[in-house]
């Protein structure tokens, strides 16, 4: 079991920047694939961003391509997202979550195939 605890989340103006951090306890993270994902109210989950075991290969949702970097430190067992040039409809609450990876270096950009979740950190990006 893989236990994960999101935080950096809050209340930013429009232009402005957040680091969302995510902590893993029960297994050694660079085991698994880590995705990003996001829901505002009213809409389905959508993908942020993905990192492969080592964090060498990234991918990211086209809305917040060239805005949000994803990096991994697996000896501290976290995953960041840092978010610059928010903007309101980036508000939503952000997921982070675990997968067991079948090829070294995939990324995973669906939220199928991924087995652990964190409780959410809420985004809200005044305008």
């Known amino acids: 079991q893989v236990q994960l605890v999101e935080s950096g989340g809050g209340l930013v103006q429009a232009g402005g920047s957040l680091r969302l951090s995510c902590v893993a306890s029960g297994r050694t993270l660079s085991n698994y694939g880590m995705g990003w994902f996001r829901q505002a109210p009213g809409k389905e989950r959508d993908f942020v961003a993905a990192?492969?075991?080592?964090?060498?290969?990234?991918g990211y949702g086209d809305s917040v391509k060239g805005r949000f970097t994803v990096s991994r430190d697996n000896a501290k067992n976290t995953v960041y997202l840092q978010m610059n040039t928010l903007k309101p409809e980036d508000t939503a609450v952000y997921y982070c979550?675990?997968?067991?990876?079948?090829?070294?270096?995939?990324?995973?950009?669906?939220?199928?195939?991924?087995?652990?979740w964190g409780q959410g950190t809420q985004v809200t990006v005044s305008s």
């Open positions: 979550a675990a997968r067991q990876v079948y090829t070294t270096g995939s990324l995973y950009t669906t939220s199928e195939g991924y087995a652990y």
């Open positions: 990192i492969s075991q080592s964090g060498a290969r990234t």
